[in-house]
């Protein structure tokens, strides 16, 4: 009886504990210019993100745009893993506006205190990766040279 009434009791209080970032695909469509544009619902503590799109079955969504060269020499299952890494990383991205929020420091105070010996810093790549997924990667090279690794 006492294990039937603390599953009765998570599960009225469950909904209410979730923390975190939710992405779910809701659609995906071709837009006027032919890229590939997939709509992304997203919920942040269970709360759905609004956003200034027009809702999809009711839904707030995010578009995220594409086009085929995003996924050159890529298999259908490294395609699938690029557009869901894409929603990782603006989850990523809502968690952190989320973090500033409760955050805030100002624009003049990162400029003032914070950036003094970045005048003459350079960078420069011979390569990059596109990473599809938390775990493999493909880089790339200007001759047109790619190498695939997946880190265990």
């Not at 979730?18 to 269970?46: P, S």
């Not at 990766?129 to 695939?148: A, E, W």
Request: charged letters at 30%; one cysteine or more; glycine letters at 4%.
């Amino acid at each position: 009886m006492k294990a039937l009434v603390l599953i009765l009791v998570f599960c009225l209080f469950a909904p209410f504990v979730f923390a975190g970032v939710e992405a779910e695909i809701i659609a995906k469509d071709l837009d006027d210019n032919g890229n590939i544009r997939i709509w992304t619902q997203y919920k942040i503590d269970g709360k759905e993100v609004e956003s200034e799109y027009p809702k999809i079955n009711g839904k707030y969504v995010y578009a995220t745009r594409f086009a085929a060269h995003n996924f050159a020499g890529m298999t259908d299952s490294q395609i699938e893993d690029v557009v869901l890494y894409q929603a990782k990383k603006h989850s990523e991205t809502l968690i952190r506006q989320e973090f500033i929020k409760k955050n805030v420091s100002t624009n003049s105070d990162i400029f003032d205190n914070h950036l003094p010996t970045l005048l003459g810093k350079k960078v420069t790549l011979d390569s990059m990766d596109i990473k599809i997924d938390d775990d493999k990667k493909i880089k790339v090279k200007t001759d047109g040279t790619q190498t695939i690794s997946i880190t265990p």
